[in-house]
């Protein structure tokens, strides 16, 4: 299998559980009353399962993604809540890829009804080096995209452009599932999100299907089960499942995902809060 190919799949997957749905024109008032702490730090170990035809390639290790609700901050004099977003690859599939991989997101985004203000990425992909920033402009229903590319001396402007007709409220993936948290949830509840990647902006589907007991390295919990039927790029197909089960309590934690792509199955796990690596 080609290396890149397998790299794309760390690169691209780690924030996979990221993309779960929230409920729309929600406006909690600021995080108080939420059921998670500013501060909450969450730390899944992700794996990759081997579509059928490589059955001589057993489920190997692919990374970790480490996911922060910062706190408070100010992003261009308006108050906003920071949220930061840590991929890097290890194990198996690291080595059978050959590329390092290292992406570092962050978040900024508005109190209360969590509309994304700004996100900043720092991409370190083998010999790929990239700087994307991506703000949004409600007031003109804009947003604006910058791309550089930071493995050449000096470093090359790849893309700058502003784009139109954006939605008046977008959300990036964390600011949905924080979001999403502050929201009920109930069975066969089907609603839809505007998500923003980089500079495309696209509509997810999601539904709450069940409740169930799952295994987790804390033992067997209660959890929504939430399945999406359509997600952003990369490796993800049109149609293409996501789910992601939530925990069934007043925190309603993610606790898992599952990721069916191209090349078969991404699977992650909340690690125990005495495993995290400082």
Same mark, same amino acid.
Request: contains cysteine; charged residues 30%; positive net charge.
């Given at each position: 299998?080609?290396? &890149? &190919?397998?790299?794309?799949?760390? *690169?691209?997957?780690?924030? +996979?559980? *990221?993309?779960?749905?929230?409920?729309?024109?929600?406006?909690?008032?600021?995080?108080?009353?939420?059921?998670? +702490?500013?501060?909450?730090?969450?730390? !899944?170990?992700?794996?990759?399962?081997?579509?059928? !035809?490589?059955?001589? $390639?057993?489920?190997? @290790? /692919?990374?970790? /993604?480490?996911?922060?609700?910062?706190? @408070?901050? #100010?992003? %261009?004099?308006?108050?906003?809540?920071?949220?930061?977003?840590?991929?890097?690859?290890?194990?198996? $599939? /690291?080595?059978?890829?050959?590329?390092?991989?290292?992406?570092? !997101?962050?978040?900024?985004? @508005?109190?209360?009804?969590?509309?994304?203000? +700004?996100?900043?990425?720092?991409?370190?992909?083998?010999?790929?080096? &990239?700087?994307?920033?991506?703000?949004?402009?409600?007031?003109?229903?804009?947003?604006?995209?910058?791309?550089?590319? @930071? /493995?050449? =001396?000096?470093?090359?402007?790849?893309?700058?452009?502003? %784009?139109?007709?954006?939605?008046?409220?977008?959300? =990036?993936?964390?600011?949905?599932? !924080?979001?999403?948290?502050?929201?009920?949830?109930?069975?066969?509840?089907?609603?839809?999100?505007?998500?923003?990647?980089?500079?495309?902006?696209?509509?997810?589907?999601?539904?709450?299907?069940?409740? #169930?007991?799952?295994?987790?390295? =804390?033992?067997?919990?209660?959890?929504?089960?939430?399945?999406?039927?359509?997600?952003?790029?990369? $490796?993800?197909?049109?149609?293409?499942?996501?789910?992601?089960?939530?925990?069934? =309590?007043?925190?309603?934690?993610?606790?898992?995902?599952?990721?069916?792509?191209?090349?078969?199955?991404?699977?992650?796990?909340?690690?125990?809060?005495?495993?995290?690596?400082?």
């Amino acid at each position: 299998m080609h290396s &890149r &190919r397998l790299a794309l799949i760390i *690169a691209i997957l780690l924030p +996979a559980l *990221a993309a779960v749905p929230q409920e729309p024109q929600k406006e909690p008032d600021e995080t108080a009353d939420a059921p998670f +702490a500013q501060g909450e730090r969450l730390v !899944y170990s992700i794996k990759w399962d081997p579509p059928w !035809y490589l059955f001589f $390639l057993p489920a190997m @290790e /692919a990374g970790e /993604a480490d996911i922060q609700l910062v706190g @408070e901050t #100010e992003y %261009k004099n308006k108050k906003a809540l920071k949220i930061t977003l840590k991929a890097r690859s290890s194990g198996s $599939l /690291a080595k059978l890829a050959g590329m390092k991989i290292e992406d570092d !997101y962050v978040f900024y985004t @508005e109190p209360g009804t969590f509309c994304t203000l +700004a996100v900043s990425a720092k991409i370190r992909e083998g010999k790929r080096k &990239r700087q994307i920033d991506v703000e949004y402009l409600p007031e003109t229903k804009q947003l604006h995209f910058r791309e550089m590319n @930071e /493995a050449v =001396d000096p470093p090359k402007l790849m893309k700058d452009q502003i %784009k139109n007709d954006i939605p008046p409220c977008v959300h =990036d993936p964390f600011s949905a599932i !924080y979001s999403y948290r502050m929201s009920q949830l109930s069975i066969d509840n089907v609603q839809k999100i505007v998500i923003g990647d980089n500079d495309k902006i696209k509509e997810i589907r999601c539904q709450v299907e069940k409740q #169930e007991t799952i295994d987790t390295p =804390d033992g067997k919990k209660k959890a929504w089960r939430i399945n999406t039927t359509s997600l952003m790029g990369g $490796l993800f197909k049109e149609g293409g499942q996501f789910k992601v089960w939530l925990s069934a =309590d007043g925190k309603k934690t993610p606790l898992q995902f599952e990721v069916n792509v191209q090349l078969g199955k991404v699977l992650g796990k909340l690690k125990p809060k005495k495993e995290l690596s400082k």
